[in-house]
C-alpha cells in the first residue's frame, strides 16, 4: 500500500511539474519577445481549454459517462462572473479580490446547475445522457440570448423580450443585453491566474479521483451491478462527479469572460461544437488521463495557428494530425504495440533472460 500511494503521489508531482514547466518556458519566451502577439492572445483561452480538458475528463475518463453539456456550464459561470463583476467594478476596486470573488460565484453557480440538471439526468446512460446533456447547453446559451438586465436607480430590471421593455429611468445602465451579451467586463484575467487555477483544477481533480469517492467512482463505472450489490450509493457518487466538473467547467468561463471586453453567448463560444472540441481534447489525450488531457489541449489550441501560414490547407492538415493521432493512440494494434514493447516489459525480459543465461 505504502508502495502504491508514494507511486501515486509521484505521478501527481510529474503532472504538478509539466504545468509550471510549461509556465516557466513561456514566461522565458515572453521575456525574450519571442512569442508574437497572436500567441500571447492564445494564453489564458489555453488554459481555460486544458482546465475544461481535466474536468470533462473526470465525467467521462472516471466516471465512465458521456457528457456534451460542459460548454453550458461553462456559459453559466462566464456570465455569472462577468454579470458580478461588472455590477461591482465600482464597489470593489481592487481587481484580485473583485476576481476571487467573481470566480466563487462563478463555480457555485455553474456547481448548482450542475446538481439540478444531474438529478434527473444521471438517470440516463450513453447516447441519452449524451443527446439530453447537448440539449441543456443549447438551452443556457439561448436563454442568456434572450435576457435583458438593466440597473437604474429603481433597482434592477429584468426582461425576456427586449430592451426597451425595461423601462429604465435615464440614468439607467444596461447589464446584459440580449444577443449582445455583457460589455465591459473587466479584464482581470492573465496567464498566471490562469496557470494557477490549472494547479488547483489538477488538485482538485487527482485528489478525487485517489480518494475513497474516487474509488468508489470508478467502481460504477468498471461495473455498476457490483457496486451497487456492495451498498455503493450509486446516485450519489455520479452526482459527486458531475457537480465537481460542472464547478470547475463554470471556473473556466469565469477565466474566459474577464479575458474578453464582450461576453455573448455566441455558438461558436458556448456552442456544441465546443462541448464536442472538449470532448475531443479528452478523448485524444486518453480517457481518464490527465496529462494527456493538458498535452492534447496544447497542442491541439496552437497546432491551428501555427499551421496559419498554410492559408486553406491548414484545416486539412488539422484534420489528418486529428485522425493520425487517434489512430497511433487508440487502434488495437497501437495499443498492443505499447504494451509489448513498453520499457517495463523489456526491462523484465532482459532481466530474465540474463537470470536464465
Not at 150 to 159: A, I, P, V
Not at 203 to 224: P, T, Y
Not at 328 to 342: D, Q, T, V
Request: proline content about 3%.
Amino acid at each position: 500500500m505504502k508502495l502504491k500511494t508514494t507511486k501515486l503521489t509521484k505521478n501527481n508531482l510529474i503532472t504538478y511539474g509539466f504545468v509550471i514547466a510549461l509556465f516557466a518556458v513561456v514566461q522565458i519566451f515572453l521575456s525574450a519577445g519571442k512569442v508574437s502577439s497572436l500567441m500571447q492572445g492564445l494564453l489564458v483561452p489555453l488554459c481555460v481549454y486544458v482546465i475544461l480538458a481535466i474536468s470533462l475528463n473526470l465525467v467521462v475518463g472516471i466516471s465512465g459517462e458521456l457528457s456534451l453539456g460542459h460548454a453550458g456550464f461553462m456559459c453559466v459561470g462566464a456570465f455569472a462572473s462577468a454579470f458580478f463583476s461588472k455590477c461591482t467594478v465600482d464597489l470593489i476596486p481592487v481587481a484580485g479580490l473583485r476576481f476571487l470573488i467573481a470566480l466563487l460565484i462563478g463555480a457555485m453557480a455553474a456547481a448548482i446547475f450542475g446538481i439540478l440538471i444531474g438529478i434527473p439526468v444521471l438517470r440516463l446512460r450513453g447516447d441519452y445522457l449524451a443527446i439530453v446533456t447537448l440539449a441543456f447547453g443549447e438551452i443556457i446559451k439561448n436563454i442568456a440570448n434572450v435576457l435583458f438586465v438593466g440597473k437604474d436607480s429603481n433597482g434592477f430590471h429584468f426582461s425576456i423580450k427586449d430592451a426597451v421593455s425595461l423601462n429604465m429611468e435615464p440614468d439607467g445602465v444596461m447589464l446584459i443585453n440580449g444577443p449582445q451579451g455583457i460589455t465591459g467586463t473587466p479584464g482581470d484575467s492573465s496567464f498566471l491566474i490562469g496557470i494557477l487555477l490549472v494547479l488547483v483544477t489538477l488538485f482538485v481533480v487527482l485528489n478525487l479521483i485517489n480518494s475513497r469517492d474516487g474509488r468508489a467512482i470508478m467502481s460504477i463505472r468498471d461495473n455498476r451491478i457490483a457496486a451497487e450489490s456492495v451498498g455503493i450509493n450509486i446516485t450519489k457518487y455520479k452526482l459527486m462527479a458531475f457537480t465537481v466538473s460542472a464547478a470547475l467547467a463554470g471556473a473556466a468561463g469565469v477565466l474566459y469572460a474577464h479575458n474578453l471586453s464582450t461576453l455573448t453567448a455566441a455558438p461558436k463560444n458556448f456552442g456544441y461544437n465546443m462541448s464536442i472540441m472538449i470532448l475531443v481534447f479528452v478523448v485524444l489525450g486518453g480517457i481518464g488521463n490527465m496529462r494527456g488531457s493538458i498535452i492534447s489541449a496544447v497542442l491541439l489550441t496552437l497546432l491551428p495557428e501555427l499551421l496559419r501560414g498554410l492559408s486553406d490547407y491548414r484545416m486539412l492538415i488539422y484534420s489528418i494530425v486529428l485522425i493520425v493521432m487517434m489512430l497511433f493512440n487508440w487502434s488495437p494494434g497501437a495499443i498492443e504495440l505499447r504494451k509489448r514493447y513498453s520499457p517495463k516489459r523489456l526491462l523484465s525480459k532482459n532481466k530474465a533472460a540474463k537470470e536464465v543465461e
